[in-house]
């Protein structure tokens, strides 16, 4: 291999340059310095991680790198993972859904205290939790009280008012009569049918209810008329949690098409509506894909989840380790039980999904725990770890706190007692892994996506392979890194130059 060829490739941050001769393919003739002599060179520009996707993402939310550490829910992704994205250079976003407010407030609060004033690249989560009213707007609430100016908005099926109310209070004329935003929505979406909301102004009849209600002013309203709802969109292929498998060359495609419909429709600029890409991305491979499909800024889950900084507990982070590409399974969402949605769970040391797609297969069939069969109520309770009564006993407590109507519903439902029943012990599922409770290891809920096990074979016989290195500041500069190289092989092979397979790799190693 010649020598040009390997530095050209292991030295992004260089320029490259080629020679031509008629007749000829091109060559390296130097890499870095000044032009040579030859009349016919020309140079392949550097190329850093920080140029990889779009320059307006990182001035809008001050970020060095267009890569975000995202959301985990149920506080996966701790207040200490989004401090540590944001100080590598990255943007994050605090794992707050299905967490109470006042948990949630702390977090902030410990974000806050952390970073300085500048520093100003995180948000929170946001999810829609249709099955609790008054939820999102609590949530909204507490947001705007605290000052959290980006927000990822996940498993929304449709736009909500709150989510309006969010966007529209952010909005402000400048003097030159731009419209500028200090409220910024990531609106996660895995279907075109549920972005184009996004993308377009909201609904006439949302802001003049909100209007109506006091909620935002006329002013605003005028403004968000005339806005996207979110001026990021992130494009959720096949990925842990919440997921509808989607491939991601297929997903963005799709997205770029409905943001140019959206755009068309209403009049925007296509180029204030920006798509990043999430699920599957794990390796520097992957990242640098999703930079050469055009997306602003990558998005990566599973592979923080493994972290030192992540809130799974250690023994959950020890089997995410073990985890191949196909040691994942589709598991019904303790959130949306009822209406047959599924999480994409690690399967490799636990019998969750399969429990829970048991639990599943009875709701759907009608049952209810007191006609099925001896058998079947055994398999309940040894599952649940005690009587079902007593599962219902809690599970009604809680139910009548927060949603009434649906728990007196159950009271006379059998068949609904028990679909909120199997929420419970779906829901307790993650807060088993989050805890390491070594008994119901078994029962354990780890998002998860084949993403990890991709990772974990990368990783393999490096230094990111044991536990206590994986951080989230080393993988994610370890996946700029290759991206980079990745990115500039493909840019020599796309100038004609020969390049062998063994340079589109790169071994993960510790950055200082």
């Not at 701790?78 to 967490?99: D, H, K, N, Q």
């Not at 908005?153 to 309006?164: H, Q, Y």
């Not at 706190?401 to 599922?429: C, H, I, S, W």
């Not at 409770?437 to 974990?456: E, S």
Request: charged letters at 25%; aromatic letters at 8%.
């Amino acid at each position: 291999m010649p020598d040009y060829l390997k530095r050209a490739v292991e030295a992004p941050r260089e320029a490259v340059w080629l020679a031509l001769k008629a007749g000829e393919a091109p060559r390296i003739v130097s890499v870095g310095g000044e032009k040579p002599t030859e009349a016919a060179a020309f140079a392949l520009p550097p190329i850093y991680p920080e140029w990889l996707g779009d320059r307006a993402f990182l001035a809008a939310h001050g970020a060095r790198f267009p890569y975000v550490v995202g959301e985990m829910a149920r506080g996966i992704a701790t207040p200490r993972m989004v401090i540590e994205a944001v100080r590598a250079g990255c943007l994050g976003f605090y794992g707050s859904a299905g967490l109470p407010l006042d948990e949630i407030r702390r977090g902030i609060g410990e974000i806050r205290s952390a970073l300085s004033a500048d520093q100003i690249a995180w948000g929170a989560n946001l999810i829609h939790s249709p099955q609790e009213p008054g939820q999102e707007a609590a949530v909204v609430d507490l947001f705007l009280k605290e000052g959290v100016r980006r927000v990822s908005a996940s498993a929304f099926m449709r736009l909500t008012p709150d989510v309006v109310r969010y966007t529209a209070l952010g909005l402000e004329r400048g003097a030159d009569g731009s419209i500028t935003r200090r409220n910024h929505v990531f609106a996660k979406v895995s279907r075109a049918e549920v972005a184009e909301p996004f993308m377009s102004p909201a609904p006439e009849k949302m802001l003049r209810d909100l209007v109506a209600a006091g909620k935002i002013s006329e002013a605003q309203a005028e403004l968000a008329s005339k806005v996207s709802v979110a001026a990021d969109i992130t494009a959720e292929s096949d990925s842990g949690g919440h997921t509808d498998n989607r491939p991601a060359t297929v997903l963005y495609t799709s997205l770029s098409a409905a943001r140019a419909r959206a755009a068309a429709r209403h009049g925007l600029d296509e180029n204030a509506i920006r798509i990043g890409l999430a699920g599957g991305l794990a390796t520097p491979a992957s990242v640098a894909a999703a930079f050469q499909l055009g997306a602003a800024y990558v998005l990566t889950g599973s592979v923080n989840q493994c972290t030192v900084e992540s809130g799974l507990s250690e023994a959950g982070r020890k089997l995410l380790a073990k985890a191949g590409p196909a040691d994942v399974a589709m598991a019904p969402a303790a959130d949306m039980f009822e209406q047959g949605v599924e999480v994409q769970v690690l399967k490799r040391g636990t019998l969750f999904a399969m429990r829970g797609k048991k639990f599943q297969g009875f709701y759907r069939s009608g049952a209810s725990y007191e006609t099925m069969a001896d058998t079947d109520r055994k398999w309940v309770d040894d599952v649940l770890g005690e009587p079902f009564e007593a599962a219902w006993s809690a599970t009604r407590g809680y139910i009548q706190k927060v949603n009434p109507a649906e728990a007196a519903r159950a009271e006379k439902d059998g068949n609904k007692r028990l679909a909120l029943v199997a929420r419970r012990y779906l829901f307790q599922g993650a807060q088993w892994a989050r805890e390491g409770d070594p008994k119901r290891t078994a029962d354990y809920q780890i998002w998860c996506g084949p993403a990890m096990g991709a990772f974990n074979e990368w990783a393999a016989g490096t230094p990111l392979e044991p536990a206590e290195a994986r951080t989230v500041r080393q993988i994610a500069l370890n996946l700029l890194e290759g991206a980079a190289r990745f990115t500039r092989a493909g840019q020599l092979r796309a100038s004609g130059i020969p390049v062998p397979a063994q340079l589109f790799a790169f071994a993960p190693r510790i950055f200082n």
